[in-house]
């Protein structure tokens, strides 16, 4: 996978808007490390299990951190896709492994992807759609919500 930093404004999927990157994490950069709340761990863990939309990316990604440990890894065919947590400026770009790294690699996130997480609409929701579309309005014309 490749790293980014927290926070940076940028989009791995090239998408265009206020877009902040979260979690794109290698095991040859450091990141922050910590507990969190369990309710976060439960909220982050809906959300990835229903992403905005499968298979967006190609190729297989692995966890380095996984293999750094060498530990076996998620299931790579996994890796495909990108979670997109809405906020009230901005849209947080994540990996779907952002939960794995959470709840095996102590992963914490900065805080305001946390808050955006625990206030976040119901994926699939129309006031999900809706957030989404405030910051990144390209969606609806690539017609990438599925419900």
Same mark, same amino acid.
């Given at each position: 996978? #490749?790293?980014? !930093?927290?926070? &940076?404004?940028?989009? %791995?999927?090239?998408?265009?808007?206020?877009?902040?990157?979260?979690?794109? /994490?290698? !095991?040859?950069?450091?990141?922050?490390?910590?507990?969190?709340?369990?309710?976060?761990?439960?909220? /982050?863990?809906?959300?990835?299990? *229903?992403?905005?939309?499968?298979?967006?990316? =190609?190729?297989?990604? @692995? +966890?380095? /951190? +996984?293999?750094?440990?060498? *530990?076996?890894?998620?299931?790579?065919?996994?890796?495909?896709?990108?979670?997109?947590?809405?906020?009230?400026? +901005?849209? @947080?770009? &994540?990996?779907?492994?952002?939960?794995? %790294?959470? =709840?095996?690699?102590? %992963?914490?996130?900065?805080?305001?992807?946390?808050?955006?997480?625990? #206030? +976040?609409?119901?994926?699939?929701?129309?006031? %999900?759609? #809706?957030?989404?579309?405030?910051?990144?309005?390209? =969606?609806?014309?690539?017609?990438?919500? #599925?419900?």
């Amino acid at each position: 996978m #490749t790293h980014i !930093s927290d926070l &940076a404004p940028v989009s %791995y999927m090239g998408l265009k808007g206020p877009i902040r990157a979260v979690g794109w /994490l290698e !095991s040859s950069h450091p990141f922050s490390r910590g507990s969190v709340d369990p309710e976060f761990s439960r909220r /982050l863990v809906a959300l990835v299990e *229903r992403p905005l939309r499968d298979s967006m990316m =190609l190729g297989i990604h @692995y +966890c380095s /951190l +996984c293999a750094a440990e060498d *530990r076996i890894g998620p299931d790579s065919r996994s890796s495909q896709s990108e979670l997109l947590v809405p906020a009230l400026d +901005c849209v @947080y770009e &994540a990996p779907i492994w952002i939960g794995h %790294y959470v =709840l095996a690699h102590g %992963y914490q996130p900065p805080e305001e992807f946390i808050r955006a997480v625990m #206030t +976040c609409p119901k994926p699939g929701s129309k006031e %999900y759609r #809706t957030a989404i579309q405030a910051h990144v309005p390209s =969606l609806v014309e690539l017609d990438w919500f #599925t419900v």
